[in-house]
């Protein structure tokens, strides 16, 4: 980190909760003694201290391409904010970081939220898997091209759930044909049961492992 004088305000790691910021307020050659928003005081290198933007909003940016600083504790500092306000969704460019929420939140999944985002420009609305599936879908049928939507992260993150959210969309969006009162995009999701009762586990990490 550049130009470190008392004052600036930084990121420290901290055992417990990962990052902690603070204020600068000595600095001893590469020794930077850091005031804590815990009260602690602590003397770190300066290799180690990050800046914190002093004018980030409070309840965080829905893209994180607006970040001052793009670096970890910026990151998790961001997500966070705007987890606790129920915005578990964050773009960063074009990738939809998804924060599992642990608890239902329909309200986020409906028919109308599906109408909202179909035809939509990427990045106008919140950032959502609809929007993504939206953008897929839409270049699928204009270019001709096949298209992937990589789903990644760590058992129990949310890679299933995050999943059936896209094929619902495609399924509404490519399946409104009904078929003995059914629609495509219910005999589609109703297939998600059966599937995961051959091939999902319980693990440490997710009652619903695949
Ligand atoms: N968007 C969401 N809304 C509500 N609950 C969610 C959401 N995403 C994940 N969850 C909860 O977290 C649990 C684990 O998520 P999920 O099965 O999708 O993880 P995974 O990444 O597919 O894990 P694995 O790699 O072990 O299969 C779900 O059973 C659900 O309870």
Known sequence: MTSLAVGSLVWVEDPDIAWIDG????VNGEDIKVLCTSGKTVVVKASNLYPKDAEA???GVDDMTKLAYLHEPGVLQNLRSRYDMNEIYTYTGNILIAVNPFRKLPHLYDSHMMAQYKGAAFGELSPHPFAVADAAYRLMI???ISQ???????SGAGKTESTKLLMQYLAYMGGRAAAEGRTVEQQVLESNPVLEAFGNA???RNNNSR
């Open 23 to 26: 204020e600068v307020v000595q």
């Open 57 to 59: 909003p409070p309840c």
């Open 142 to 144: 204009n270019e001709g």
């Open 148 to 154: 992937s939507i990589l789903v990644s992260g760590e």
């Open 202 to 204: 319980k693990t440490v």
